[in-house]
């Protein structure tokens, strides 16, 4: 099985930050990384796809790219929404896997 | 609008069985395949099972952890994705989410659309 690798598993950051999130796969996947967000109680949410496509409604500050074999999911200015827990997902092989998740809160 | 719409979850003994329903409305059912993603109370997201359109390979696929006991199916002429979760365990304990596995070309698959989530707890 693929085994993603996300970092850090927490982060404190305040309104207007910009920050970045990392997901590292242990052998190749394409370009074939997700990432998801997920506030409590709630079902997670798709925010980019194929490694670095915006879904339609997510604002622009989202932005997603890949780094040699580093996936990177960028918040440019933190809102406060933005405030959850965020997971990266590879669709290149099955079974599909998931990192550990980020959890993203205010300092 | 789109829905999907789990339900079947609840209560349930070790090794006893349960059948998850995911009702589906405002999407082309029969042409979307769909998984299963679950959740461990205060732990990250598992995926469990997949099953592809009838109108393409309509392929299952599942996650070792649950292979022989749990069985993903379809009715499409009622927009329904089904699991089927035999000889369960405390382990299985979780939310289990339905969501859309949505190809978007160039081998591209994603959770586009998710369900609230049903409750499973599997315990004596």
């Known amino acids: 099985d693929i085994q993603m690798t996300q970092s850090p598993s927490s982060l404190s950051a305040s309104v207007g930050d910009r920050v970045t999130i990392t997901c590292r796969a242990s052998?190749?996947?394409?370009?074939?990384l997700n990432w998801y967000q997920q506030k409590p109680g709630k079902a997670p949410k798709l925010l980019i796809y194929?490694?670095?496509n915006l879904q339609s409604g997510v604002p622009s500050r989202f932005s997603g790219d890949l780094s040699g074999t580093d996936f990177t999911l960028t918040i440019s200015s933190l809102q406060p929404e933005d405030f959850a827990t965020y997971f990266c997902?590879?669709?290149?092989?099955?079974?599909?896997?998931f990192g550990q998740g980020t959890t993203l809160e205010i300092k | 609008e789109v829905q999907l719409v789990e339900s079947g979850g609840g209560l349930v003994q070790p090794g006893r069985s349960l059948r998850l329903s995911c009702a589906t409305s405002g999407l082309t059912f029969s042409y979307s395949a769909m998984s299963w993603v679950r959740q461990a109370p205060g732990k990250g997201l598992e995926w469990v099972s997949f099953?592809?359109?009838?109108?393409?390979?309509?392929?299952?696929e599942y996650a070792a952890s649950v292979k022989g006991r749990f069985t993903i199916s379809r009715d499409d002429s009622k927009s329904i994705a089904y699991l089927q979760m035999n000889s369960l365990r405390t382990e299985d304990s979780a939310v289990y989410y339905c969501?859309?596995?949505?190809?978007?070309?160039?081998?591209?698959?994603?959770?586009?659309?998710w369900g609230r989530g049903t409750l499973v707890t599997v315990s004596s």
């Open positions: 052998q190749s996947i394409s370009h074939s």
């Open positions: 099953i592809g359109s009838n109108t393409f390979d309509g392929r299952t």
């Open positions: 997902q590879q669709s290149d092989f099955f079974p599909y896997t």
């Open positions: 194929a490694a670095s």
């Open positions: 969501v859309r596995d949505y190809y978007g070309g160039s081998s591209h698959w994603y959770f586009d659309l």
